[in-house]
């Protein structure tokens, strides 16, 4: 899986990406079809002091996406990882489900 870290108005430091690249690649045990993980980090002015993280994941045929803002950019990640890893998730569920449901149908036909 590919990771792309994108730092928007500042520079991010690389604690910070460390952190996000590890945080990004423990969703590759949900889906193993994972091309690559886009993630954008920003922030409004200092004087809201909001701090958002973006994340979009490229699988085979379907793009997820999140945005998620807290007070600080780590657990922005955070929010952000835990949503994302509920739509592979449910992604990975549906497509189980739609498996199975074509190999009953295709034995019920014989």
């Known amino acids: 899986m ?3 870290i994108t730092a928007r108005h500042f520079k991010a430091r690389n604690s910070l990406q460390k952190y996000t690249n590890d945080k990004i690649e423990l969703l ?3 889906n193993e079809d994972i091309i690559f993980a886009d993630v954008v980090l920003s922030f409004e002015k200092p004087s809201t002091n909001n701090k958002y993280c973006e994340v979009k994941i490229k699988l085979r045929d379907k793009i997820l996406t999140t945005k998620e803002m ?3 950019f780590t657990k ?3 929010k952000a990882v835990e949503k994302i890893e509920t739509q592979l998730y449910k992604y990975k ?3 189980k489900s ?3 449901k074509t190999s ?3 034995y019920k036909t014989i």
Do not use: W
Request: proline fraction near 0%; aromatic fraction near 4%; charge should be neutral.
């Open 2 to 4: 590919k990771i792309n």
């Open 98 to 100: 739609l498996k199975h």
């Open 70 to 72: 807290s007070d600080e």
């Open 28 to 30: 590759g045990k949900y």
């Open 104 to 106: 009953k149908e295709v």
């Open 76 to 78: 922005a990640v955070d």
């Open 93 to 95: 569920d549906k497509n």
